[in-house]
């Protein structure tokens, strides 16, 4: 996953970095340095990311957004 990769998943979930720390459990400067590509994402943030985008599509399928 690159940095922008990581960026789109998160602006799909409409999360921050920070919401991203707290669901992933992982320090606050933690995606900052992937993002800057100071640290390589590990492959478990991308799994963890793909999971988490399969979750909100099949919830939209359950319950449509609100209008």
Do not use: Y
């Not at 799994?47 to 399928?61: D, S």
């Amino acid at each position: 996953m690159t940095p922008a990769e990581f960026e789109a998943a998160l602006a799909q979930l409409g999360w921050k970095q920070s919401d991203f720390c707290r669901m992933a459990d992982v320090d606050k400067n933690t995606p900052s340095r992937w993002v800057k590509g100071h640290t390589p994402i590990p492959g478990w943030a991308a799994r963890f990311l793909a999971m988490a985008l399969e979750i909100h599509r099949l919830a939209t399928l359950i319950e449509p957004p609100k209008a």
